[in-house]
């Protein structure tokens, strides 16, 4: 019914930049929340980032290096990500809680399949 595609992964030096996109398709009404989650092997999924109309929302260890963005024309979602160090290398998720119809009301949340960032030193 939604679909989000993330785009814009790939290996970078430390100290080094990457854009992260992710596009929502499929039935949608209206989209609340947006936002990057992203997984280390071994660890569990964090929050990195969430973005509303009026609000953004960062995890500490990302705060002065990582941007996101939306474009709610397109609905998709955007991390601009700088100054990455090692410990950035994860695979990133994109979330989205998406309502599909204006009758009933209801909303549900989509992940995207992920995309792999990977920091060397």
């Known amino acids: 019914q939604v679909q989000l595609v993330e785009s814009g992964g790939g290996l970078v030096q430390a100290g080094g930049y990457l854009r992260l996109s992710c596009a929502a398709s499929?039935?949608?009404?209206?989209?609340?929340?947006m936002g990057w989650y992203r997984k280390a092997p071994g660890n569990q999924r964090e929050l990195v980032a969430t973005?509303?109309?009026?609000?953004?929302n960062y995890a500490d260890s990302v705060k002065g290096r990582f941007t996101i963005s939306r474009d709610n024309a397109k609905n998709m979602v955007y991390l601009q990500m700088n100054s990455l160090k090692p410990e950035d290398t994860a695979v990133y998720y994109c979330?989205?809680?998406?309502?599909?119809?204006?009758?009933?009301?209801?909303?549900?949340?989509?992940w995207g399949q992920g995309t792999q960032v990977t920091v060397s030193s």
């Open positions: 973005i509303t109309s009026g609000y953004t």
């Open positions: 499929g039935s949608i009404y209206a989209v609340n929340t």
């Open positions: 979330n989205a809680q998406v309502r599909s119809n204006p009758i009933p009301y209801s909303i549900a949340t989509y």
